[in-house]
């Protein structure tokens, strides 16, 4: 028996989990690379809270964070889509917008654009947005 082809949304959460290991992985050698931790501190349990001096690995960290916040989000809307056999047209669109503009976020937010930045940050809102109307229609 043939296997259905994914759904893009689904098809999108799994770009959006190496997005987020990459996410991950970034942040986490910022910190190593900055220099300003030690490799000890880094491998061990963490229980001081040192902030890097680095703006970058700053950066890298609160733009991980700010990810980490509209995330179940996505997950749960992505799921409920294909669960419910709604999956394209806005559902779509909305997984894509949501995971292209997250990819530019990052970018935006570590080379320390400010508006630029919060806008594409209110277009990954519109694509939770769109996965919502899709849902409930």
Do not use: C
């Not at 991950?24 to 490799?39: H, N, P, R």
């Not at 950066?59 to 294909?82: D, G, W």
């Not at 999956?87 to 937010?109: E, F, H, K, P």
Request: without cysteine; glycine residues 8%; positive net charge.
């Amino acid at each position: 028996m043939e296997a259905a082809a994914a759904s893009t949304e689904i098809w999108v959460l799994g770009w959006s989990v190496v997005l987020l290991i990459a996410h991950i992985l970034v942040q986490a050698l910022s910190l190593d690379l900055a220099g300003d931790l030690s490799v000890k501190y880094l491998l061990g349990p963490r229980d001081e809270n040192r902030a890097s001096k680095s703006a970058v690995a700053g950066r890298l960290l609160r733009s991980l964070s700010n990810m980490l916040e509209t995330y179940p989000a996505f997950i749960a809307l992505a799921l409920a889509l294909a669960v419910t056999g709604k999956t394209g047209d806005l559902g779509a669109v909305g997984a894509m917008t949501w995971l292209l503009a997250r990819v530019a976020y990052a970018i935006l937010y570590v080379a320390g654009v400010p508006l630029l930045r919060t806008i594409v940050w209110f277009v990954s809102i519109i694509g939770l947005v769109l996965m919502v109307v899709r849902l409930m229609n």
